[in-house]
């Protein structure tokens, strides 16, 4: 079955580059998406990046996508306090499944 | 727009209780879902609707029931708690077809003793 894999935590220092890395396994995924969860609230969806897709820019945001090797990573640059938060890297099979799956979280702790 | 709304945002049941977390969106959208939230866990499916009066299970469904009488509501039932269900529930929505946007709502935090 699907399954989808992050690291659980990263710390940076105010204003350095953050990357969550994540893997997939479902080469037929159409649709890749960041969630961002602040404490106590719900999901967030910050970005996301279509199959076809290498790359995505949005602002300080930067999705890479390696489909060879089901590789996925979001890039956050000049990582501010207000980024502290968990991000979930989630596949979306498309073909009218909508089932997300998502992974366990990473946890992003900025250090001022 | 109030987006996707949840009720209750705490609830605290003895193992045994039986009680009915709500969901309601107005967006119009065909598609809904609930996950449960647990530590360490990510978010994993419980149920899930492509319209009224269809529903699906998700990856969890048991101890959990379902209906959606309306596009709008999407009510999780459980019958019977257990302290395994303590965790935290949120419903979900989107349109149907190729859109990407998942809408959460703000979850409902469920202990059972």
């Known amino acids: 079955g699907e399954d989808v894999e992050q690291s659980l935590f990263l710390s940076v220092r105010e204003g350095d580059s953050s990357v969550i890395n994540c893997t997939y396994t479902?080469?037929?995924?159409?649709?890749l998406y960041w969630y961002k969860q602040e404490p106590g609230a719900g999901l967030q969806l910050l970005t996301y990046i279509f199959s076809n897709m290498d790359m995505k820019q949005d602002q300080r945001l930067t999705v890479l996508l390696n489909k060879k090797d089901k590789h996925l990573s979001l890039r956050i640059a000049d990582t501010q306090t207000g980024d502290s938060a968990i991000y979930f890297c989630a596949e979306d099979p498309g073909a009218g499944s909508y089932q997300l799956t998502f992974g366990k979280g990473t946890k992003l702790s900025v250090i001022p | 727009n109030a987006g996707v709304t949840q009720t209750p945002k705490f609830q605290v049941l003895k193992t045994g209780q039986s009680m009915t977390l709500q969901c309601a969106q107005d967006?119009?959208?065909?598609?809904m879902s609930w996950y449960r939230q647990d530590p360490g866990m990510g978010l994993r499916l419980i149920h899930y609707s492509v319209g009224a009066g269809i529903t699906d299970q998700g990856e969890v469904p048991n101890g959990y029931n379902v209906s959606r009488s309306t596009t709008e509501d999407f009510p999780l039932r459980l019958l019977s708690a257990a302290p395994s269900q303590t965790s935290v529930y949120f419903c979900?929505?989107?349109?149907?077809?190729?859109?990407?946007?998942?809408?959460f709502g703000p979850g409902t935090r469920l202990t059972v003793t």
């Open positions: 479902d080469s037929s995924s159409t649709y």
């Open positions: 967006m119009n959208h065909e598609y």
């Open positions: 979900a929505s989107r349109v149907s077809g190729d859109s990407y946007e998942q809408y």
